[in-house]
């Protein structure tokens, strides 16, 4: 299983049982591809969370890209 430093770094927090489960759950997904879609590529919540979940997936052997899309100018839909 392939261990990612970044993940690593919160086993303080969350205790080693807890990283275990966590890396035990990523083991499936590689292989997969996952693409992520935002409609911003900085700010709001989404945007900020996928900065710092993408490099950790990377590490992961999780292939996965975020696409972002815009917002149609009168309407705010895709």
Same mark, same amino acid.
């Given at each position: /299983?392939?261990r990612?430093? /970044?993940?690593? $770094?919160?086993? $303080?927090?969350?205790?080693?049982?807890?990283?275990? $489960?966590?890396?035990?759950?990523?083991?499936?997904? #590689?292989?997969?591809?996952?693409? =992520?879609?935002?409609?911003?590529?900085?700010?709001?919540?989404?945007?900020e969370?996928? =900065?710092?979940?993408?490099?950790? /997936?990377?590490?992961?052997?999780?292939?996965?890209?975020?696409?972002?899309? #815009?917002?149609?100018?009168?309407?705010?839909?895709?």
């Amino acid at each position: /299983m392939k261990r990612s430093t /970044m993940l690593d $770094r919160y086993q $303080r927090f969350v205790g080693e049982d807890l990283l275990e $489960r966590i890396y035990q759950a990523a083991e499936p997904l #590689s292989g997969l591809r996952i693409l =992520h879609v935002n409609t911003t590529a900085q700010g709001g919540g989404v945007a900020e969370l996928l =900065h710092a979940l993408i490099p950790v /997936m990377d590490e992961l052997g999780i292939n996965n890209t975020w696409q972002v899309i #815009s917002l149609d100018d009168t309407s705010n839909l895709f």
